[in-house]
DNA sequence: CGGCAAGCTGACAACGTTGTCGACAACGTG
DNA sequence: CACGTTGTCGACAACGTTGTCAGCTTGCCG
């Protein structure tokens, strides 16, 4: 990695305005700024010339000037906070939001709020003091209603994945307790009653919806699920993973298994791997992977949507823009259960309670 | 999903500046200036008066309006411009850029360019005209050298992944062709000479440099690759599905494979799981992926380290803005062969030659 | 008590842009 | 030729903020 000696010799560092166009093209500055917003009454031939000195000086607008003239001060781009960006399902997301966005000549600033509340305060705060038109937002914690004053400023909030607390809002939201009470009737339809559940902290409405689901359903089987195979409080692989090793290390152990998120599938997968169960054990995961469907056994899931989620929420946020008084909605989107293989395993032939690790 | 029938009764719908502050708190509107931005010579009574003032209307600063003014100019933003944010390489790498600046306070605006250099030029010039303090890109097509522009401007650039053409800048790369070096040694010691190789468009750079890592690895060996088993210009995963299939009806075969980045890899594991071949054939991945261990086998692969190349650049971008005279560097990261199964498979047991599909 | 520095505060210009308005030329009409 | 209308263009104010500077109030020293 040797230092290449070339500096960058240039000479200005200073982006041209108007006035050095207009100065250029010899014509009032007023007549550059008509040209650029395409206003009309300007003669051809001073146009053209205006537009060859904005080639020639290399001239951008500078449109953070301009918006804080503009009437609306509108500064076409948006907020949006994920919990982790790095996480496929966040980083799907913002991709459809800035798909949507950018059709509209809207850019994104993104931040990743960890699911820590203050950090996604912090970030709003941020993005309201460079005066976003909207934000959507993945809410963290127990209280968004510090959002009404961003509100109140005339910037609108989406939220999605989980609906914000203490503030009424557009929302979008996956079906969460339908696609869980699926996977438990098909677990159910292989012969399964002992089906345990891991998920998230039981805050995080997600966890609550999907949980909810699962009881449901397990109540529709009969007996309800034993206490023992709900396990929630998993904030990462390393936790889910031993909570799986717990489970199986019960008597009677679950013969079927369903994990609330990403995260928790991918410690659980690798706790079935350990303990040998990966082909006995049935297995549902919340959230599709990348290469779910080439484990052995191919993993199914409840699959989210979630380009049509980003798509949904982009959508909502740029209509309430248009119409700040329309009532608000709660938007559900539908969740897939793709059967693959790891939950297709019938319980007829349960694993004996193992003696321990 | 009902609409919520409350509308957002609010009033202003316009946010407050200094100058609300400064009449609510029965100050000039400079003195308040002086408050938020720390300024001495504010008598703590006074100041107190403000704050309160700044809480009660929750007063948020007009950052873009700051900037326009602020002696530098600076509206602590940076652009970054990925391939397809949606790939968990950009979406790692964007949230280690992301972290790095937020640590600085600073935003990041993030794009995809979908590879198509048109959209990659439209988006430095939007953000550009936001007047972003840096770029980072990964970039597209045969010429960066539009980026004179900016620079001369007052916005560097750092290109990442691979190196801009036309242009000389700072660049954060991985040893692209010492990892598929190590790959290709590492397959000969399991006793492979017939190794393929699949690549993306051999126009970018990253394919150009894994491919040139590929062939001079195989000279080493002796004979160097039979033309026939080394592909490019597979854009996605099915073509690179297409590709594995014919290699393998190949006569001879090769007995192992080496794929040049992740999209690829889902297409060519898709078509070794379509032939029964997983277990026969050695496979090595550029570019790890969340469940690749948990394949049966789990995928050998030389990783590069998302997040490292994420600082890096980010780092490499605020030197720069501190130093706009500094040479340019060329930062070099080394990527990391995890054997994990697939690689290790040996070439005693070759796959007879396939008749065809 | 006069003088002077230091602390505090506000009036005003300026950033780069858009909005408003008036000046001026060209044109058509009576 | 007088007049209004239309098209073209620039001077100027304004957006919300920071930079500059001058003015006022203190407190301290002689």
Known sequence: MPPVPNPPGDGSMRAPTIKDVAELAGVGFK???????????????????????????????????????RRDQRTSSIGLIVEDLANPFASSLT????DY????????????SDGVPERESDLVAEFSARRVDGLILVPNGTDQSYLEIERAHGIPVVFVDRPGRGIEADTVISENALGVAEAVRHLAAFGHTRIAFLGDLPTIHTTERRLAGFRTAMAELGTGPDPRHVRTGLRDGDRAYRAAVELFGLDPAPTALICGNN?????????????????????????????????RPALTV????????????????FERLQDPAAPY?????????????SGEIRASDPPEPRTGD
Do not use: M
Request: proline fraction near 3%; avoid cysteine.
């Open 302 to 317: 409840i699959a989210q949507d979630t380009a049509a989620i980003g798509t949904s929420a982009a959508r909502a946020l």
């Open 95 to 98: 991709r459809a939001v800035q």
């Open 31 to 69: 007549t550059v700024s008509r040209v650029l917003n395409d206003e009309p009454n300007v003669r051809p031939e001073t146009r053209e010339r205006i537009l060859a000195a904005v080639a020639e000086l290399g001239y951008r607008r500078n449109s953070i000037a301009s918006s804080i003239r």
């Open 263 to 295: 995260l928790i599938t991918i410690g659980a997968v690798h706790a079935l791997q350990h303990l040998g169960l990966r082909d006995r054990v049935a297995f549902i995961a919340f959230d599709d992977l990348e290469l779910a469907d080439l484990l």
């Open 329 to 341: 909605r709660r938007i559900s989107l539908p969740v897939r259960l793709i059967p693959r293989s």
């Open 101 to 112: 966005a950018l059709e509209r000549q809207h850019l994104v600033l993104v931040g990743s």
